[in-house]
């Protein structure tokens, strides 16, 4: 067998693991993010000043918020279940520290302090947990696409084939749900009135790209015989096409419908689409072709897979345009985000309820048709992911209480009462205009060039599966290569975040 059929073979006919398992993995992206905060601030704590190195910030972001998630999804994966408390226990040690340590003239009851906590108002214009929770979604996927062409990837948490819950199938609808909730329809003030179809014209000029890196990659992937799992989105559809058609044809449905009901749409589209699956050939032709023996003869037949996955794709999206009217929605004090995060968990819990009864009803959870157990497993688990960032951030706007005068880039800025008559009650910083906090963060760096980083990701891959033969890799080896890699495609974003270029032409 030859080593393209090899590495076929290597990321096919796979189940997917556990909900569970799932849900504490994804843990481990917010707690890492928690350490890195903490950590500043208790720098900060111990010398009077923040961390201004932006060699050492480097390092430290990536150290932090980046090398544990390539462990636990490789060597550390056998004790993924302990890593959580592990990391949990590290932060609690580095609190406690701050509590105990912190000057004279902010030790307070911890009462009164908490009482404090609660009054605080933060900057409305900028939620840090969107950024957060787009640049993460970015960074897991970048760690996956490589390490699952290893052996020290588990199995488990590769595309299931056809049934199952694997990681790298919630990282597809990740990726549509965080570009959902930036989308211009979301981001369009209340009171701003434009022509109905404007957001689609706009629409229609920046999906360019991402029809551009299809087509790219299409013909370098056919061109170089580089291996491909068909049954994924078919022979000669792949990911860039889905994000490009889903935004255009959701652009299309806001323009006709108020954006405001698109939670309406998204479960009249899943709904529907579940309904056809179930009771025509659909859901045949999908997993077997006209023929009933997998024919690939014909565009349809060819790419079944990902052009009828558009439906379950376009009612995440939809969905996801009602979760970010929701987070945009004025909120300028720590009171109101924490009922947002009570609000933002009881409708996961909810969804994961409906979950269990879809599954028992109707079908299991399948990426490759993305079908209605998939739409809300994938809106189940980012509600779920995004609600810990929040809470994350909260936490850290606690602790900077604590610590006057602290800083974390990409967390929210504590801003004066609306009643002290500043512009809008706040001094606001712009949603991805974080200011001088931000000049030495990675998220940032990331989130500047999002497109860029998980295009670069993409070639990055490619290039060490034509270099190296990654089916027989060493741990120490494999190790190496997942950190060099990601470290590589990290520095060259901060890079470009230092010298304030943004490589965004559309």
Request: include cysteine; charge should be positive; glycine fraction near 6%.
């Amino acid at each position: 067998m030859s080593q393209k059929h090899l590495k076929e073979a290597f990321v096919s006919n796979l189940n997917g693991t556990s909900l569970l398992e799932i849900s504490l993995g994804l843990s481990l992206a917010p707690l890492c993010l928690l350490c890195r905060g903490l950590l500043l601030i208790l720098y900060y704590l111990h010398y009077g000043k923040p961390l201004s190195s932006r060699k050492y910030s480097l390092l430290l972001d990536f150290l932090v918020l980046v090398s544990p998630l390539v462990f636990s999804c490789t060597v550390l994966s056998p004790i993924i279940f302990f890593m959580p408390s592990i990391i949990a226990a590290f932060c609690a040690g580095i609190f406690s520290k701050i509590y105990s340590q912190r000057k004279p003239e902010t030790r307070a009851p911890f009462r009164q302090i908490v009482q404090e906590f609660q009054k605080t108002y933060l900057d409305p214009e900028y939620i840090p947990a969107i950024t957060v929770f787009r640049v993460y979604v970015n960074v897991l996927t970048s760690i996956s696409i490589l390490a699952v062409d290893f052996p020290q990837y588990p199995r488990r948490y590769a595309k299931a084939e056809t049934y199952g819950t694997g990681v790298m199938d919630l990282g597809v609808g990740a990726y549509i749900f965080g570009n959902a909730l930036v989308c211009p329809e979301v981001r369009q003030k209340s009171y701003v009135t434009q022509p109905k179809f404007s957001n689609l014209a706009r629409q229609f000029f920046s999906v360019w790209p991402l029809i551009f890196l299809g087509v790219g990659r299409l013909l370098s992937v056919k061109s170089i015989e580089y291996h491909e799992h068909t049954s994924e989105y078919g022979v000669h559809w792949n990911f860039f096409f889905t994000l490009a058609f889903v935004r255009l044809a959701a652009s299309l449905l806001l323009a006709i419908f108020p954006k405001n009901k698109s939670w309406i749409i998204a479960i009249n589209l899943a709904v529907l689409y579940q309904l056809v699956l179930n009771t025509t050939s659909l859901k045949m032709f999908i997993l077997h072709g006209s023929n009933g023996r997998d024919s690939r003869v014909g565009f349809l037949n060819a790419n079944r897979e990902g052009l009828l996955s558009l439906f379950g794709y376009l009612a995440i999206y939809m969905a996801s345009v009602q979760v970010g009217l929701c987070l945009l929605k004025r909120r300028n004090s720590v009171k109101g985000w924490i009922e947002a995060a009570r609000f933002l968990l009881l409708a996961a819990l909810v969804l994961f309820l409906f979950l269990h009864v879809s599954q028992a009803h109707a079908d299991p959870v399948s990426r490759r048709m993305a079908n209605l157990s998939y739409c809300i497993w994938v809106l189940a688990h980012c509600l779920t992911f995004f609600t810990w960032f929040v809470v994350t951030d909260l936490t850290l706007v606690f602790t900077k209480l604590l610590v006057k005068g602290s800083s974390v880039p990409c967390c929210w800025n504590v801003v004066k009462p609306p009643n002290t008559g500043t512009k809008h009650g706040t001094e606001a910083v712009p949603t991805g205009k974080e200011g001088k906090l931000a000049h030495i963060c990675l998220i940032s760096a990331i989130n500047k060039n999002q497109l860029l980083f998980f295009l670069l990701a993409n070639v990055m891959t490619g290039t060490v599966n034509i270099l190296i033969d990654t089916l027989h890799s060493k741990t120490a080896f494999t190790l190496s290569i997942l950190h060099l890699y990601m470290f590589f495609n990290c520095l060259i974003m901060y890079i470009l975040h230092a010298r304030n270029i943004v490589l965004k032409f559309w």
